[in-house]
């Protein structure tokens, strides 16, 4: 069986599915080289001297599981005695991985789980990756009913939502969402291990007004036939990964030159998302420019002014991130934040950092080959 979820934030209901087989893997390779032919028989019709990219607004499922069990908080427990215990304090934190158990390397949830069950009171060394560095740490499981254990760790291990594509480059790299995605709880950056895109259906849209921002709704079946591609970074400038479908997610394929900052004026611009069943652009007003990458995400402060979009939505919506940010005839960058108190407004990602993040990690695969 397979997991379907519906999203609204903060909330997923769970629903059952058979699965479904995936389509031919040759047929598909053969597809994506016409894909590639035709983006770059477009593509060369833009003018020399920027790069180009085909252009996003879609929105996608995504699923990402953590590099290691992450920690989010430690608990006290009951002991049989009659006390209680916390055998994990000051050994592990929020936003710890753990990485093995007892030496012995651990892939999920699950793994930890089987290992807590099979012990047997005897302490427990977790072998932790804690701000880039490695450590081991020993724990003494406390008993909370006869022969039974445990560490008093809550953990997590993958992350799911809806977002928006930004762009595909022409080795088929997609950048999205413009901010990295952080666990709920710990608000740390969440370190991944890999991930997939699905395709979704958006169902409803809640309006957001001041105080409250609004949400999109979706549907999303999590099965081969949907994944329409890979995810391999998360960082705080967005998510990156490679779509192997990509006609079925780039049905309208729109070749589009990317703006430095330096080509970015304040004044009239677009956003282009799904509203309605539809990919289009509503206008708005980039009316601040922030050169100094403070923060890497929030470079571009934007206000929506379209009539049709403010009824539709009240402005920017929570699953509206990473949607294209357009002036001038080029993309200059994506939307990232909604202003809680006002929601017509919010924050954009210049486009120059999240294709910067696209370079690094082409640059890292070359490297490691």
């Not at 894909?35 to 499922?61: F, H, I, R």
């Not at 420019?289 to 923060?295: A, G, H, K, N, V």
């Amino acid at each position: 069986m397979v997991e379907s979820r519906r999203y609204r934030t903060g909330r997923i209901l769970m629903w059952l599915f058979f699965i479904l087989c995936g389509a031919a893997a040759a047929a598909g390779m053969q597809q994506q080289q016409v894909d590639k032919d035709l983006w770059e028989a477009q593509a060369d019709t833009a003018s020399a001297g920027s790069e180009t990219v085909l252009l996003g607004g879609m929105p996608v499922g995504i699923y990402m599981e953590t590099d290691g069990v992450m920690v989010l908080n430690t608990e006290q427990i009951e002991c049989v005695d009659g006390n209680e215990y916390e055998p994990a304090a000051d050994l592990v934190k929020s936003g710890d991985y753990i990485m093995a158990v007892d030496h012995q390397e651990i892939s999920g949830k699950s793994d930890l789980l089987e290992s807590v069950e099979e012990m047997d009171g005897e302490g427990i060394v977790l072998t932790l990756k804690r701000d880039g560095d490695t450590m081991d740490v020993k724990i003494n499981p406390v008993e909370y009913s006869p022969g039974s254990y445990r560490l008093g760790i809550w953990v997590r291990d993958n992350v799911q939502g809806l977002g928006t594509v930004t762009f595909l480059t022409d080795q088929s790299r997609f950048g999205a969402l413009g901010h990295g995605i952080h666990d709920t709880d710990t608000s740390a950056l969440m370190t991944i291990d890999g991930g997939s895109v699905y395709r979704t259906s958006i169902q409803d849209i809640t309006k957001g007004y001041s105080g409250s921002p609004g949400t999109m709704e979706g549907i999303i079946v999590y099965n081969n036939y949907n994944i329409l591609g890979s995810i391999d970074k998360n960082t705080e400038a967005g998510i990156y990964g490679t779509i192997d479908r990509i006609d079925e997610l780039f049905e309208e394929q729109i070749p589009i030159e990317t703006a430095s900052k330096e080509e970015i004026v304040e004044g009239p611009a677009t956003i282009r998302c799904y509203i309605d069943n539809e990919i289009k652009e509503y206008d708005i007003e980039v009316t601040d420019i922030d050169m100094s990458d403070t923060e890497i995400n929030k470079g571009l402060v934007i206000q929506v002014t379209d009539k049709e979009l403010l009824e539709k939505t009240g402005g920017i919506i929570q699953g509206m991130s990473g949607s294209p940010i357009i002036q001038n005839g080029k993309l200059i960058g994506a939307v990232t934040h909604v202003f809680v108190q006002d929601s017509t407004k919010g924050y954009g990602i210049f486009i120059e950092n999240m294709l910067n993040q696209v370079e690094s990690s082409e640059l890292s695969k070359i490297m490691s080959n």
